[in-house]
């Protein structure tokens, strides 16, 4: 069984509370908090596809 890659377990999470948070949004009808919380999974998953091609391009994975 392979190591567990922590960084990516936080990035996940991230993304799944950014996911909870456009839900919220949604449920108090907030645009801005709409438009934050996708913001926010946009900039996670970003991050999270460029660590995982650095790590991959250092034979890290």
Do not use: D
């Not at 949004?25 to 919380?37: D, E, K, N």
């Not at 991050?47 to 995982?52: D, P, Y």
């Amino acid at each position: 069984m392979k190591k567990i890659k922590w960084i990516f377990v936080l990035y996940s999470l991230a993304a799944i509370l950014s996911m909870v948070g456009i839900g919220a949004a949604v449920g108090l009808r907030s645009i801005p908090g709409v438009l934050f919380a996708i913001l926010v999974l946009c900039a996670v998953m970003g991050l999270g596809f460029k660590k995982k091609k650095e790590m991959r391009e250092a034979g890290l994975l």
